[in-house]
T-cell receptor, first 114, second 109 residues
Framework: IAGITQAPTSQILAAGRRMTLRCTQDMRHNAMYWYRQDLGLGLRLIHYSNTAGTTGKGEVPDGYSVSRANTDDFPLTLASAVPSQTSVYFC?????????????FGPGTRLTVL | GQNIDQPTEMTATEGAIVQINCTYQTSGFNGLFWYQQHAGEAPTFLSYNVLDGLEEKGRFSSFLSRSKGYSYLLLKELQMKDSASYLCAVINSNYQLIWGAGTKLIIKP
């Protein structure tokens, strides 16, 4: 089934630990995105990648890093988690870069940092 | 700054019509999206407007006025399954997607 998957579904993490959220798409989309969604706030872009091998910073990149070694995978790493990173994280992809095409979202990862 | 404004919450009756408004102030404009998000799920695409006017797609329609910085999503013949949050998002001149906080729509029988 074509789509975008994320792992894990949820995670409870101690502050200071390192964590990688995984994201894989099989639609051969060029662009991929990581968002966080907090209650009362809109989706906020953390990092994005317009094509394999390139990445860029979004609105709230501090404390997060990404890599895009190939078209399909776009992992998000929290080097040293803090409680303010408690959130729901969504990965998304789109056929075209520059936000001009529909974004397809993964099911999300609910992360709690204690 | 860049801002997207939507009502936080709206309530409507099954079978009725509801209009969800979105106003935006962004650095430039290259299009506007509406997404639907059911509780605990991912957002899914509903519509895209780049030119002024109304785009109709089944029970859902989306309207855009670029001169007024305004859009609305119109939902007709409301069903209980339409209970969800509706997200407005604008592409600015730097091709960044700016998201509103969403409108939670509650449908009552």
């Amino acid at each position: 089934i074509a789509g975008i998957t994320q792992a894990p579904t949820s995670q409870i993490l101690a502050a200071g630990r390192r964590m990688t959220l995984r994201c894989t798409q099989d639609m051969r989309h060029n662009a991929m995105y990581w968002y966080r969604q907090d209650l009362g706030l809109g989706l906020r872009l953390i990092h994005y990648s317009n094509t394999a091998g390139t990445t860029g910073k979004g609105e709230v990149p501090d404390g997060y890093s990404v890599s895009r070694a190939n078209t399909d995978d776009f992992p998000l790493t929290l080097a040293s988690a803090v409680p303010s990173q408690t959130s729901v994280y969504f990965c998304a992809s789109s056929e075209a870069s520059g936000s001009l095409s529909e974004q397809f979202f993964g099911p999300g990862t609910r992360l709690t940092v204690l | 700054g860049q801002n997207i404004d939507q009502p936080t919450e709206m309530t409507a009756t099954e079978g009725a019509i509801v209009q969800i408004n979105c106003t935006y102030q962004t650095s430039g404009f290259n299009g506007l999206f509406w997404y639907q998000q059911h509780a605990g799920e991912a957002p899914t695409f509903l519509s895209y407007n780049v030119l002024d006017g109304l785009e109709e797609k089944g029970r859902f329609s989306s309207f855009l006025s670029r001169s007024k910085g305004y859009s609305y999503l119109l939902l007709k013949e409301l069903q209980m399954k339409d209970s969800a949050s509706y997200l407005c998002a604008v592409i600015n001149s730097n091709y960044q997607l700016i998201w509103g906080a969403g409108t939670k729509l509650i449908i009552k029988p």
